[in-house]
């Protein structure tokens, strides 16, 4: 036996079903940090928009500190810099890496220092994908982005 859907039931599964194709157009892989001793991390991640449209990383949240915002590091005249994102910007059929000395999420006012061999779980939301939780590997103070890989 079939079921009859009401119009607002039919518009309210392709709402669900468009929901859900967007949040499949973004993978992250390699997310990763270095344990800390202080306060502040930074997490690095490889993030790819296999989709035909751009999508743009506007926020960033996790349990294990304070804050957590988009940051780049750059040289500015031989001085090394560090300056907030409001967004990174994730155009239709590629890929962003974050990692150290470039792009990353900053973590402020950790709650306790970041553990070799630990993980953590991390929010990041997207402008058209939404919303994707990720677990953060935690990887050695030392690490660089060949090693997380």
């Not at 502040?40 to 999508?55: L, P, W």
């Not at 988009?70 to 500015?76: P, S, T, V």
Request: hydrophobic share 45%; proline share 4%.
């Amino acid at each position: 036996m079939f079921k009859m859907l009401s119009l607002p039931g039919f518009l309210m599964l392709g709402f669900i079903a468009t929901a859900a194709a967007q949040t499949t157009t973004i993978q992250i892989d390699h997310c990763w940090a270095r344990a800390s001793v202080t306060k502040t991390g930074a997490v690095y991640m490889t993030i790819k928009n296999t989709g035909n449209a751009d999508d743009r990383l506007v926020a960033v949240a996790t349990p294990v500190a304070d804050r957590a915002q988009l940051h780049i590091e750059m040289n500015d005249n031989g001085i090394m810099k560090m300056r907030p994102l409001s967004a990174i910007d994730v155009k239709a059929n590629s890929t962003v890496s974050l990692v150290p000395s470039g792009m990353h999420v900053m973590l402020i006012g950790l709650k306790r220092p970041l553990k070799e061999g630990r993980s953590f779980p991390m929010t990041l939301t997207f402008e058209k994908a939404g919303t994707l939780h990720v677990t953060v590997a935690t990887q050695k103070a030392g690490a660089t982005n060949d090693m997380a890989m």
